[in-house]
């Protein structure tokens, strides 16, 4: 168990429909990355959030968002799916806003969700 | 952050020793080279991190050489156990931001 905790694990819709993904970054984390991983991508990086607050933006697109609460869990929400949405989505978090590199085993992955649209 | 250049696969039986080697041609002076392993479906986990010369964990050895345009990942006797993906990250850590950039990464495949 990494400490980063994602559900659903598994998930499957109909294209045009909106889904929403949860995590919880590990305890003490403040940051939460979205990212994501299909078949003909890789591990794309989709969106930061530091403290409540949007830090930095990756291949996202205008219908996808996120969030993070007050409780620092953050939700990404996917709307009028696609089937090439189809992809595994992972969350990880950190510490600080910045310098994962430097401190590389301080970013945790969680398990992903496997998204499915049909 | 400094773009990286791995094989996209590898083989291997086990037993052996792999090493996996990334260039990093444009790696700044304050650049770090990170590995990660990915098992299929699951996220990333860290394995190793150096600056210069050789780093090693209980996991892997990290060897990098003087002008660090390079580097190249150890794994001492796999298992079928290592067959996954190894990425090579480079980047200094200063960015205000935590994302991480990966590439397409090396796919090990340990045969039996």
């Known amino acids: 168990d990494s400490g980063v905790t994602q559900t659903p694990k598994h998930l499957i819709t109909a294209t045009g429909q909106r889904v929403t993904l949860r995590c919880s970054p590990r305890s003490g984390d403040l940051s939460v990355y979205w990212y994501q991983q299909s078949l003909d991508q890789g591990l794309q990086f989709l969106i930061q959030y530091y403290n409540g607050e949007e830090r930095a933006k990756g291949n996202i697109l205008e219908r996808f968002s996120a969030q993070q609460f007050p409780d620092l869990h953050s939700e990404l929400n996917l709307s009028s799916l696609e089937l090439g949405d189809s992809a595994l989505y992972f969350c990880?978090?950190?510490?600080?806003?910045?310098?994962?590199?430097?401190?590389?085993?301080?970013?945790?992955f969680g398990s992903g969700t496997r998204l499915t649209v049909v | 952050l400094a773009k990286t250049t791995q094989p996209i696969s590898m083989d291997s039986y086990e037993g052996q020793e792999v090493n996996i080697t990334c260039s990093h041609n444009n790696i700044a002076t304050n650049d770090y080279i990170t590995w990660y392993q990915q098992f299929p479906s699951q996220g990333p986990r860290f394995i190793i991190q150096?600056?210069?010369t050789k780093v090693t964990n209980e996991v892997a050895s990290l060897f990098i050489p003087a002008d660090r345009k390079s580097s190249t990942l150890s794994l001492p006797r796999v298992s079928l156990s290592d067959t996954a993906v190894y990425y090579c990250?480079?980047?200094?850590?200063?960015?205000?931001?935590?994302?991480?950039?990966f590439g397409q990464g090396t796919t090990l495949q340990v045969k039996p």
């Open positions: 990880a978090s950190s510490v600080g806003a910045g310098t994962p590199l430097a401190v590389g085993y301080g970013y945790t």
């Open positions: 990250l480079v980047g200094d850590g200063s960015s205000n931001t935590g994302k991480l950039i």
């Open positions: 150096g600056y210069k």
